[in-house]
């Protein structure tokens, strides 16, 4: 039985009960029951279609052949290199085998690879119909494997009918592709489909968009267009301490909101809370046998991580240097499919700041483990196959399959294990909804960092380009089907090639039908989401004054399909945010707090908050009275601003951080309101501060302090607001966690 949730996450359910997300997917479901009906005709009419542009069929010539044919289409230049190497366990006979066993232990595979009897089309239909919910009007045939190369095909012709015409009304887009570096093959295809002008040199005069395959100041001179990358807060904020940190904030505020992030500890500063938590929860019932998963925080690609079931085998130091790193309840009982353990990778689209807009790619991969799964026992902790679906891990088993199948092999497409499980009577629509949930949160907890980060590198009234990203979020779902949020990647690799055993020992980069399939189809929608043409005009310019984020009006409220080209397949990019701010505007707390530091901070290029600074603020917003005392708010400040100094080694800039005063405001919260809630008292110092604030933008001198007489009064003693929040901390439902996790 797939569906069977356990305590941990039956709260993640709410998203499901938005009316707005129901009715949009229903509808989506509407429209797919009747397209159902059609289906049997319209795959015939697609696989003659196919026969008219191509005489090879695509699924039935061998690999080489596809490829060719591919490589023919898009002319993609693919750095095909060969070196000898040699790995005793992989040769192409064993590499074979190995890929029949995993077939092998597939115990449904009949039900869709093979020809089906009438009795199972309602079935099969269903599953066509979710690819189609999934892909949009392009996904006309229900074979996954082809799906590609006919949108490849249906592109080109749409191209060459259209493309002549749009070229005539107005000046192709251009992109500067010099830095795109691993991206760039993708890049090309997408660019070409478009029609737009690529300048892979680079361009004296200014491009419309600037591709990066790395960073933001992968090109330092830019004042003007788009690029593709936030400034280095991106990069920083999705390390994985800092992800955690700011998941933890808004699980301080929203506990069951931000449920689907495994409990994690911080080290090394939080080693001794995680042992005694650990210790606690063991002694209070023996029969909890938890496991967790150690990630270095700057590792990527699986490197450093291992699995422990107990705090003293954790390794924190190495050589003489304590190692930063998160330790993670590990998910004991993910999703299986053929026996083998997976995750999700979705392409999630920031296409700005402010106003806040979130696009979620419709189709995504999803990586395979290599070695069956079983859960953790002392003997399998090791078995980097069965627990890691690292592709950059598994790629070197014995074991893994290359498979030119969207939905086979040990890379596919994510609606290829939709359907799978929708034909297993699963809720996919269910599964959804909660992904787009999981999103919109994790991004929100992202922002208001983020702005400051924005703030920092393009200060108002700095000339400078506009910014957007593309992220990898990469989701695990468990054998509850509840999406949990393993990681985000601020760089997610964009390559559509891999390297391959052509012949034993000789590796080459071929192309993977699988990554051209999704990502080729995210850059090219990315792109067409920032066409110049299609964003209204701007209100105004950094240039002329006004904060960045002002700088960007975008044309949030319309379709994003009536304001793009027919001459392409409807957008493979879903806008969920502002699209969905009914359901989740109420959790953007910290971002209103943000705010009120970013004004203090004034637009220096800095990022910490002085003495000075922190004194106005409370001044200011009128919180400082006979029971708090500004040597009470001196001493708050240094304790705080010390501590979070401890905690972030790396940074260069002395002073409070957005982290640090968040933790000070939540400290002011507590002290001043008595409600029950953490985040009923926060918001009521927000009312308070921005009440305060509002009255002084209007009027030009502060005017006298004044106590509010609707707040409460505030405890005497001053007590460290770090014991405060490491008291919240404590007060977090580890037993619960740990057991529904290893319950479910
Ligand atoms: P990296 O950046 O090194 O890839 P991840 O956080 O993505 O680090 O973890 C690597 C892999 O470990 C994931 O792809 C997933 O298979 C597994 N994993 C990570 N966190 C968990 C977890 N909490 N529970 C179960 N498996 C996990």
Not at 639 to 655: F, K, N, V, Y
């Amino acid at each position: 039985m797939l569906v069977d949730y356990p305590d941990i996450f039956t709260n993640l359910n709410e998203i499901t009960n938005h009316p707005t997300i129901i009715n949009t997917m229903s509808d989506h479901y509407e429209r797919v029951k009747i397209e159902l009906q059609q289906m049997k005709a319209v795959e015939s009419e697609a696989a003659a279609d196919k026969e008219q542009l191509s005489p090879a069929s695509v699924t039935s010539v061998p690999a080489e052949v596809s490829f060719a044919a591919r490589r023919d289409l898009s002319r993609s230049s693919i750095n095909g290199r060969s070196r000898s190497k040699s790995r005793s366990k992989a040769d192409g006979h064993e590499r074979q085998v190995n890929g029949k066993q995993l077939s092998d232990l597939t115990p449904q595979k009949s039900d869709y690879s093979q020809e089906k009897g009438q009795s199972r089309l309602s079935n099969e239909q269903n599953i066509k119909g979710t690819l189609r919910l999934l892909k949009g009007k392009t996904a006309a045939n229900g074979h996954v494997e082809s799906c590609q190369r006919e949108k490849d095909l249906k592109c080109e012709h749409h191209g060459k009918e259209d493309g002549s015409k749009v070229a005539k009304k107005r000046r192709a887009v251009t992109v500067d592709t010099s830095k795109a570096k691993t991206s760039l093959e993708a890049l090309k295809m997408s660019i070409r489909q478009l029609k737009w002008k690529e300048f892979p040199m680079g361009r004296r005069t200014a491009c419309d968009i600037y591709w990066h395959g790395v960073s933001f100041h992968d090109n330092e001179n830019i004042v003007s267009g788009q690029v593709n990358k936030f400034p280095a807060g991106m990069i920083e904020m999705l390390r994985k301490i800092n992800l955690s940190r700011a998941v933890r904030t808004m699980q301080e505020l929203f506990p069951e909101e931000y449920n689907f992030y495994p409990r994690s500890w911080i080290l090394p500063e939080e080693y001794q809370l995680f042992s005694t938590q650990i210790r606690l929860l063991k002694d209070n019932d023996s029969t909890l046998k938890p496991t967790f998963i150690v990630k270095p925080d700057s590792g990527s690609q699986g490197d450093g991580i291992y699995l422990i079931r107990d705090p003293a085998d954790l390794r924190v130091i190495s050589g003489s240097q304590i190692k930063q790193a998160v330790v993670q309840e590990y998910i004991q009982k993910p999703l299986l499919i053929d026996k083998l353990k997976f995750d999700i990778r979705l392409y999630v689209l920031v296409r700005s700041l402010e106003p806040l807009e979130i696009y979620i790619a419709k189709e995504g991969l999803s990586r395979f483990c290599t070695e069956p799964y079983q859960e953790p026992s002392q003997k399998n902790l090791s078995h980097v196959f069965m627990h890691l679906t690292n592709y950059s891990l598994n790629v070197h088993s014995g074991n893994f399959v290359h498979s030119d199948s969207c939905s086979t092999g040990s890379k596919r497409t994510f609606s290829s294990v939709l359907y799978r499980i929708a034909s297993k009577g699963v809720d996919i629509k269910k599964v959804w909804s909660d992904i787009i949930a999981l999103v919109i949160k994790t991004v929100i907890a992202l922002v208001p960092e983020l702005k400051v980060y924005y703030q920092a590198d393009i200060p108002p009234g700095k000339p400078g380009p506009t910014c957007f990203q593309i992220l990898g979020f990469d989701i695990l779902l468990m054998k509850n089907l509840k999406p949990v949020l393993l990681e985000v990647n601020a760089n997610p690799s964009m390559r559509i090639e891999h390297e391959q055993e052509v012949s034993p020992g000789v590796y080459e980069y071929v192309p993977s039908p699988v990554d051209e399939e999704v990502k080729v189809g995210v850059i090219r929608d990315t792109l067409r989401l920032m066409d110049p043409a299609q964003r209204k005009q701007h209100v105004t310019s950094n240039t002329e004054g006004g904060s960045p984020e002002d700088a960007i009006v975008v044309e949030t409220g319309s379709d994003e399909k009536e304001s793009l080209t027919d001459s392409l397949p409807s957008l493979c990019l879903k806008q969920v945010f502002p699209k969905y701010t009914k359901q989740f505007n109420y959790l953007r707390v910290v971002e209103r707090i943000a705010a009120i530091f970013l004004r203090f901070l004034g637009v220096k290029g800095t990022m910490r908050l002085g003495p000075t600074g922190f004194r106005t603020f409370i001044r200011n917003c009128k919180l400082s009275n006979s029971s708090f005392s500004m040597a009470s708010v001196d001493i708050l400040y240094i304790d705080i601003t010390r501590r979070w100094a401890g905690m972030l080694p790396d940074s260069r800039e002395a002073g409070m951080s957005l982290q640090a005063f968040i933790e000070a405001f939540f400290y002011l919260a507590a002290r001043r309101f008595k409600a029950v809630l953490l985040r009923e008292q926060v918001l009521l110092l927000l009312e308070v501060c921005e009440g305060a604030l509002e009255g002084q933008s209007h009027s030009e001198k502060p005017r006298p302090q004044r106590s509010h007489p609707a707040q409460s009064s505030a405890p005497n003693a001053f007590s460290s607001p770090a014991l405060t929040r490491r008291h919240h901390l404590r007060h977090q439902p580890l037993q619960l966690s740990a057991k529904a996790n290893t319950e479910n």
